[in-house]
T-cell receptor, first 112, second 114 residues
Framework: NAGVTQTPKFQVLKTGQSMTLQCAQD?????MYWYRQDPGMGLRLIYY???????DKGEVPNGYNVSRLNKREFSLRLESAAPSQTSVYFC???????????FGEGSRLTVL | QQQVKQSPQSLIVQKGGISIINCAYE??????FPWYQQFPGKGPALLIA?????SEKKEGRFTISFNKSAKQFSLHIMDSQPGDSATYFC?????????????FGKGTKLSVIP
């Protein structure tokens, strides 16, 4: 039982490049989330998907897009990366709107 | 923007001591208060959680104390061990319809020294 799997684990981009972070969960959860973690800032919600077919903005959505591909998969896309997007990105899932989130191990992104 | 204020930012405790982390919230609609534990290089993991209808919840060496009138809650780690060294996040959540945004505190880095 893998839980929440994120790829890639590490990525270095140049300013202006694009990339997609992939996330998949095998727990049959309805809701999925993308957070970013920066030193001293805690965890900030970028986008979430309450259920398959829906996506909504979180606290810091600017510069990102998401796709809920199916119930298992939720991807995060940076169309034109900026140094301010250097961060550790976490995908999470939950069965319903319970507040009990299961996190992946994170994707460390550096934008030069 | 709803906030959860967490303190201290960092904490150093001797092995066997008690670690205490405090959080305060503003929105009285919050009805679920989890604590997450994060080890370096890993994602956060749910540690313990409480609902506002109880004042205390204990799981092993970890206890949440909840003060509804003061809108504060805290995590107590008894007999702290070096293996407890991690970053701890408090959070608050409204489990009602349409609300999916878990509000996190900014985290406390706990170091337990032998």
């Amino acid at each position: 039982n893998a839980g929440v799997t994120q790829t890639p684990k590490f990525q270095v981009l140049k300013t202006g490049q694009s990339m997609t972070l992939q996330c998949a969960q095998d727990m049959n959860h309805n809701s999925m989330y993308w957070y970013r973690q920066d030193p001293g800032m805690g965890l900030r919600l970028i986008y979430y998907s309450a259920s398959e077919g829906t996506t909504d903005k979180g606290e810091v959505p600017n510069g990102y897009n998401v796709s809920r591909l199916n119930k298992r998969e939720f991807s995060l896309r940076l169309e034109s990366a900026a140094p301010s997007q250097t961060s550790v990105y976490f995908c999470a899932s939950s069965l319903e709107n319970t507040g009990e989130l299961f996190f992946g191990e994170g994707s460390r992104l550096t934008v030069l | 923007q709803q906030q959860v204020k967490q303190s201290p930012q960092s904490l150093i405790v001797q092995k066997g001591g008690i670690s205490i982390i405090n959080c305060a919230y503003e929105n009285t609609a919050f009805d679920y208060f989890p604590w997450y534990q994060q080890f370096p290089g890993k994602g956060p993991a749910l540690l313990i959680a409480i609902r506002p209808d109880v004042s205390e919840k204990k799981e092993g060496r970890f206890t949440i104390s909840f003060n509804k009138s003061a809108k504060q809650f805290s995590l107590h780690i008894m007999d702290s061990q070096p293996g407890d060294s991690a970053t701890y996040f408090c959070a608050a959540h409204y489990t009602g319809a349409g609300s999916y945004q878990l509000t996190f505190g900014k985290g406390t880095k706990l170091s337990v020294i032998p």
